[in-house]
């Protein structure tokens, strides 16, 4: 009901008729996507029906969020899509935002604003408003007022109100507030750096920032910036290679900001051309060029090297490595779908099928297939840097493509699979995609997926006989 004002007269019957079209629409955009997009990800220009809708979008998005809200473990694709399409119904509400907030005057300075458009962009089905967090921030500095008091009573930004843009011009004044910040922040709020696990992409957004009082240098910065900034000191952002860091401008007017791209990369690459080893620029590197689409075998010389430098860093670099891999496949051209028969000769060593719940014998994860090949179709430099000749089948052997439960996706050889006995749902973001529900025991491939592996299911079933129910009678027993 947030949607309608109470003083409106509103026809239900009519809003009723409206909704129930928009309804069967949704359900009927939903259904096509998965035959029209299942061999690639939804490009741009897949969303163009959803663009000429007619009528409310929001009931449009209602019925999204009522597909998503069915039965758990049934309608995966289904679900799967219609969260892609709910996703890109809001962004680019917030991408709208965003656009207009980045047409305002250069004297028109809102880092946090900035903040809380990407904060939403990457969390669209989240309720983040920037209202709520600056609300937040204002609890925040009514603490540091507090201290402040008790240091100085008669500080001049004791008197400051919301929503006031003054600037203290003592240096003793304004080293004051930051006193009074770096001991609300730290020693009574417990604010600190997220070294344990930076890479998480919690610690960049705002919202997580506040409830969990941890961050990473961009983050961190933008919040104690913006604190100083409503009690009157003039801090500036400064982008410096590895780390994002505030200059205290100390009463003289802050220097322009110089925030192109062209020169964190030029930057980058005169640094390591004279300091080539050095493994957090190199990783800062690679993200860049990933970001920004540029030279993605470039990307993959940067995540070889920093892999031999220094092999602690595996869980940045495959995640760098496996998204490229898939941006290098997009752009191949499309050669038509690929049927493989259990039941041909040159699939013969194939043991597992599309589906199953399996367990990775050396590292432990938990993982469901969607895909397999009769021997590695890996290049050989994946090959010789994944080690896989020390494999005693070496890479002639059937290979799966897998779903792990850490949300990566893995190229797995058949020697080091075995069934899980204790089978589970993986926590995936693309299951839906490959599979239409969980059974408890297995996935069911959906429509285009069982095109491709048209005899795996049966397979399937006869593996669950065998495995699950034997077990079934052996606790029974």
């Known amino acids: 009901m947030k949607h309608y004002s109470p003083t409106d007269y509103v026809n239900w019957l009519e809003e009723y008729k409206v909704r129930q079209k928009a309804g069967l629409e949704a359900r009927k955009i939903v259904a096509s996507f998965s035959k029209r997009f299942f061999s690639e990800h939804v490009p741009c220009n897949g969303f163009s029906d959803i663009e000429n809708l007619e009528g409310p979008e929001i009931f449009f998005e209602d019925e999204l969020v009522c597909i998503l809200n069915m039965e758990g473990r049934k309608a995966l694709t289904w679900k799967y899509y219609a969260k892609k399409i709910l996703y890109y119904l809001r962004q680019q509400k917030i991408l709208n935002n965003l656009k207009a907030f980045l047409q305002q005057p250069d004297d028109y300075e809102s880092y946090l604003e900035g903040a809380v458009y990407i904060d939403q962009y990457c969390n669209p089905l989240s309720d983040i408003s920037l209202k709520d967090i600056q609300a937040q921030i204002d609890s925040i500095v009514e603490l540091v007022c507090k201290t402040l008091r008790g240091i100085n009573s008669r500080h001049p930004s004791l008197a400051f109100k919301a929503g006031e843009s003054s600037m203290i011009m003592e240096i003793e004044l304004q080293s004051q507030v930051l006193d009074a910040m770096n001991y609300v922040l730290y020693d009574q709020l417990k604010f600190k750096g997220n070294r344990m696990d930076y890479y998480n992409a919690l610690n ?274």
Not at 211 to 217: E, L, V
Not at 260 to 289: F, I, W
Not at 361 to 380: A, E, F, L, Q, S
Not at 403 to 421: F, T
């Open 204 to 477: 960049l957004y705002m919202h997580q920032v506040l409830i969990r009082r941890t961050g990473i240098p961009i983050s961190m910065s933008l919040l104690y910036l913006t604190i100083a900034r409503q009690l009157g000191v003039p801090l500036e952002p400064v982008n410096f290679p590895s780390h994002f860091l505030l200059r205290w401008c100390q009463g003289a007017e802050g220097e322009g900001i110089d925030q192109s791209y062209q020169l964190l990369r030029d930057s980058l690459d005169l640094y390591l051309a004279m300091y080539p080893d050095q493994v957090q620029l190199l990783l800062l590197q690679a993200r860049l060029y990933f970001h920004l689409g540029i030279w993605p075998e470039k990307v993959l010389d940067i995540l070889q090297h920093i892999q031999t430098l220094d092999p602690g860093q595996h869980g940045a670099v495959g995640y760098l490595v496996q998204h490229t891999l898939e941006h290098i496949e997009r752009k191949k051209e499309e050669v038509g779908v690929e049927v493989k028969l259990r039941s041909d000769e040159k699939h013969r060593d194939v043991c597992y099928s599309i589906g199953l719940i399996m367990k990775h014998k050396r590292y432990g994860y938990n993982c469901v297939i969607y895909g397999w090949d009769p021997t590695c179709m890996m290049g050989h430099e994946w090959i010789r840097n994944m080690n896989v000749h020390s494999l005693p089948h070496g890479h002639h052997q059937p290979f799966y493509n897998v779903l792990v439960e850490d949300g990566s996706c893995r190229y797995a050889a058949q020697e080091n699979l075995e069934y899980n006995v204790e089978p589970q749902e993986i926590s995936h973001p693309d299951v839906g995609r490959y599979f239409s529900e969980f059974t408890g025991t297995h996935y069911i491939p959906n429509a285009e997926l069982e095109i491709r592996y048209p005899e795996d299911l049966e397979f399937v079933y006869e593996t669950v006989q065998n495995i699950y129910s034997a077990k079934k009678e052996n606790i029974v027993e």
